[in-house]
């Protein structure tokens, strides 16, 4: 699970709101537009949608 984590934060290791995927990811499952999710947004988000992320990331890890 955390290998999935790593590679998919690639390059935005330190500030992943900034990471084109994990915005792209937000914009299809939350609505919010790409362009303007903030750091405070993309916390907020992975917060409230922890378990929701933590089982995408666990059958992304199954799937590779």
Same mark, same amino acid.
């Given at each position: 699970? +955390?290998? %999935? +984590?790593w590679r998919l934060t690639r390059g935005y290791r330190l500030?992943p709101w900034a990471s084109p995927y994990l915005r792209w990811? %937000?914009?299809?499952? *939350?609505? +919010?537009? !790409?362009? @303007?999710?903030? !750091?405070? @947004? &993309? =916390?907020? &988000?992975? *917060?409230?949608?922890?378990?929701? +992320? %933590?089982?995408? =990331?666990? *059958? !992304? !890890?199954?799937?590779?």
């Amino acid at each position: 699970m +955390l290998r %999935i +984590l790593w590679r998919l934060t690639r390059g935005y290791r330190l500030r992943p709101w900034a990471s084109p995927y994990l915005r792209w990811r %937000i914009e299809t499952y *939350w609505g +919010l537009h !790409a362009d @303007q999710i903030s !750091a405070g @947004q &993309f =916390l907020r &988000f992975s *917060w409230s949608h922890r378990a929701h +992320l %933590i089982r995408y =990331l666990r *059958w !992304a !890890a199954r799937m590779t």
